[in-house]
T-cell receptor, first 113, second 112 residues
């Protein structure tokens, strides 16, 4: 157990809708990263938040946005859902911007129909 | 550019050693990681190695790094059926903060 939790576990949405996924970091960790893992692929970096500020972003459109709260929990928001957004969304917490050890949560499985 | 490649499948017998290989392209990589993913689960950090090291051993796991060839391997000694999973190699470059670049994963199948 890493101490990183995510909710919900599974989610089904319709194309065009909006979704919010949540992540609670491991105690003491001030950095959270979000990844998208399509079926059969490795995780792809979406963005990272450090002390409530975005600290790097991967090749994802602006309809993917995030927030980090003072208690270091985090949200991933996706607007105007597309079928290709169906994936496992993983968050990882670490200590510091370049934290050596990133610990992953169990993920949220999003299905867009 | 950034690219991490792994072979997709590996099958071994219980008790044998498993060697999972990975190549990467970014010579500025500072840390290299091995993660394990079981069906329907998140990623479990197994071990990682700093780029100025050649080898790291942790119980049944041995990581070898060849910086010249940009080649990383994970050896699992005395492989057990519980080791069956997908193994991901990932690299990190400090110049890009905490971004991890993952390979496609190697599915390890352990037969009794």
């Amino acid at each position: 157990e890493t101490g990183v939790t995510q909710s919900p576990t599974h989610l089904i949405k319709t194309r065009g809708q909006q979704v919010t996924l949540r992540c609670s970091s491991q105690s003491g960790h001030n950095t959270v990263s979000w990844y998208q893992q399509a079926l059969g692929q490795g995780p792809q970096f979406i963005f990272q938040y450090y002390r409530e500020e975005e600290n790097g972003r991967g090749n994802f459109p602006p309809r993917f946005s995030g927030l980090q709260f003072p208690n270091y929990s985090s949200e991933l928001n996706v607007n105007a859902l597309e079928l290709d957004d169906s994936a496992l969304y993983l968050c990882a917490s670490s200590l510091g911007q370049g934290g050596d050890e990133q610990y992953f949560g169990p993920g949220t499985r999003l299905t867009v129909t | 550019g950034e690219d991490v490649e792994q072979s997709l499948f590996l099958s071994v017998r219980e008790g044998d050693s498993s060697v999972i290989n990975c190549t990467y392209t970014d010579s500025s990589s500072t840390y290299l990681y091995w993660y394990k993913q079981e069906p329907g689960a998140g990623l479990q950090l197994l071990t990682y190695i700093f780029s100025n090291m050649d080898m790291k051993q942790d119980q049944r796991l041995t990581v070898l790094l060849n910086k010249k060839d940009k080649h990383l391997s994970l050896r699992i000694a005395d492989t057990q059926t519980g080791d069956s999973a997908i193994y991901f190699c990932a690299e990190k470059n400090y110049n890009q903060g905490g971004k991890l670049i993952f390979g496609q994963g190697t599915e390890l199948s352990v037969k009794p």
